[in-house]
């Protein structure tokens, strides 16, 4: 694991939307994986600036996002699929063929997953895929436990990651969804290259046992220690367990 500590959250924001625009300029198809949550905003806002000014060209590109709540479509506006609409979507060139998501109201929600995870292996995977990490130390919606699935898949959310989700559904405990679809960590894991981005005081523990923990269930995160090319990019404050 390559370990980067910024000055700040913009600095690395800013650093990684270089990174993204430099990879896409390398591979204009390239397959991402996109995460949602607080902590890849900046990122997406500098990707939107830098497409403004020009440098930035997204129409070959796939993404594919990691994960979506069960019960929640996609015009509502709690959905991941509606975040990713509001903070980048509507704001840059991707063609919208090339946006995957998963349908977390689909009527069979096993088929569901197959056919995500089939459309992944078509699009020949993820070439660089975007993360952040979980304060219980989930990777996508894949929640720490006695084990690990490879494949897409429905899973119950932990107490903690409902909270942390809170502010999608209006601060309303009732409407926090239970259960999500999440890639599973065979995709993850077989991305080309992983980065992972983490902010905050919340994050330290989280990321201590990512990269100096055992490999373990636990901490799903932990697996990117076995990745061949992970990045984990973080503030002062995420980074302060470190030793
Ligand atoms: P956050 O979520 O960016 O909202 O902290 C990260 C995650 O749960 O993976």
Known sequence: MNIRVFDSEQQAAAACATR????????????????????PLHVYRELV????????????VRTFNLDEFVGVPATDG?????????HFFRHVDLAPGNIHFLDGVAEDLEAECARYDAALVRAGG?????????????????EPGESLVAA??????????RVANLMLFGDDP?????????LGM?????????????????KAEAVRAMVQGPVTPRCPA???????DAEVWLDAAAARALQ
């Open 222 to 228: 932990s697996f990117l220690q076995l990745h061949r």
């Open 20 to 39: 993204l625009a430099e990879a896409v300029r390398a591979r204009p198809s390239l397959v991402l994986g996109l995460p949602t949550g607080r902590t």
């Open 186 to 202: 065979g995709a993850l894991l077989q991305a080309g290259r992983a980065v992972l981005l983490a902010f905050g005081e919340g």
């Open 78 to 86: 709690g959905s991941f699929r509606a975040y990713m609409d509001r």
């Open 49 to 60: 600036a830098l497409h403004g000014r020009g440098a930035l060209a997204l129409s070959g």
């Open 174 to 182: 009732g409407r926090v969804p239970m259960e999500a679809l999440t």
């Open 152 to 161: 897409c898949h429905r899973t119950r959310l932990s107490r903690e990651t």
């Open 126 to 142: 993820l070439g660089l895929v975007l993360l952040g990490i979980g304060a219980n130390g989930h990777l996508a919606f894949n």
